[in-house]
């Protein structure tokens, strides 16, 4: 008799969008923690080699529970497979997707994910900026729980930028696509205080029992909507970053903050055909698109009259076109309402750009959970 298909979904429960990290070093082992979002059964890892230019082999891969520091709690540091064997080779521009680890992952857990990368050189690939430590060991030290041979700390994640598991039947998630805003650069390091986190927090504490519970972040400090620069744009990234995840349902985008910043500043036009565009390629996809608003940024060193009209413009045109599914006003959201071009002081980290801690918590809080 043949076996019922699986009800439970492949769900993202954590995520970090790739970009270039400099020059890739051979026989270390990386100790990675991340914060998960959603609970589920049989995790898997994907692994990204987006902008190496050489294959690059990693193996062993273990996963466990995070202690103290780069310590996994014993019992829990289990090996991974690809394909059954302990290591896997990913081509340049490639991506690896672990087999299924067995066994019941609770949400909002903390991880340690340890790869050994044996031999590198070239560009290697991973998450700048993760607002996070993690660890580096010399040799092969994946399989141990103990700190002791991790004696180098690192604020990037390498190679890591997905992680999935078996959720409840019906559950769905959202990615929040953006830039340094979403990575969390102004949040407190190693608290997990990014406004994705918040959000996630919301989602899974959601009396009202909806079906999106995982959250993956594809923020990069520096993006933007239109050029290259910190992390490729928001539009050549949208496949990779975004629809490439499982189980979404919703992406929520907030990006455009450095284009109007940018020397030249692009016009409101061109800023508008991309979010057009993103918005016709995640429909087509079958998902939900959230726009937020661009928040205020006067007393940033890059403000400028000609930056603020193009931000008043396309924020106009978000809020009015009716070409998105929801709009999320983060500028109203953020903004001094005696000083509307800029952020409340009680929000500002002090650059008068980035979100502070409570700031981040008032971002999630603008999202109208339902609408998702």
Not at 230 to 251: K, N, P
Request: net charge negative; charged share 20%; aromatic share 4%.
């Amino acid at each position: 008799m043949p076996t019922a298909p699986d009800p439970r979904p492949t769900v993202v429960t954590w995520a970090a969008s790739a970009d270039r990290l400099g020059e890739a070093v051979a026989d270390r082992t990386h100790r990675l923690v991340v914060r998960t979002s959603v609970g589920g059964r049989d995790l898997r890892v994907r692994l990204s080699n987006a902008f190496g230019e050489r294959p690059v082999t990693i193996g062993p891969v273990y996963v466990g529970t995070a202690a103290a520091g780069a310590e996994v709690g014993a019992g829990t540091n289990r090996p991974l497979t690809f394909d059954g064997a302990p290591s896997v080779t990913i081509p340049p521009g490639g991506a690896a997707h672990s087999d299924p680890l067995s066994g019941r992952f609770p949400a909002r857990a903390d991880l340690a994910v340890s790869l050994y990368v044996p031999d590198a050189a070239g560009t290697a690939t991973g998450h700048v900026r993760a607002g996070q430590t993690s660890y580096l060991a010399k040799g092969d030290q994946a399989a141990g729980h103990g700190p002791g041979p991790y004696i180098e700390q690192t604020q990037s994640w390498l190679h890591l930028d997905a992680i999935t598991v078996r959720a409840e039947p019906g559950t769905t998630a959202v990615v929040t696509l953006g830039d340094s805003i979403t990575d969390g650069s102004a949040s407190t390091d190693d608290t997990n205080r990014r406004w994705p986190d918040f959000l996630a927090r919301r989602l899974l504490a959601d009396p009202a029992g909806g079906s999106v519970r995982g959250v993956a972040n594809a923020g990069i400090s520096g993006n933007m909507l239109l050029a290259d620069g910190s992390g490729e744009s928001a539009l050549h990234r949208l496949d990779r970053d975004v629809l490439s995840h499982a189980g979404v349902r919703t992406v929520v985008l907030l990006e455009g903050v450095n284009d109007t910043k940018a020397d030249p500043t692009p016009s409101a036009r061109s800023m508008t055909a991309a979010l057009e565009e993103i918005a016709a390629r995640v429909g087509a996809a079958g998902l939900r698109l959230a726009v937020g608003t661009i928040m205020p940024f006067h007393g940033w060193p890059a403000w400028s009259e000609t930056a603020e009209a193009v931000r008043q413009e396309v924020n106009a045109y978000i809020r009015t076109a009716g070409t998105f599914d929801t709009v999320i006003d983060f500028d109203r959201t953020m903004r001094d309402p005696r000083d509307p071009l800029r952020l409340l002081a009680e929000f500002d980290c002090g650059d008068h750009l980035h979100p502070n801690d409570a700031g981040m918590r008032a971002l999630a809080e603008a999202v109208d959970l339902g609408a998702l």
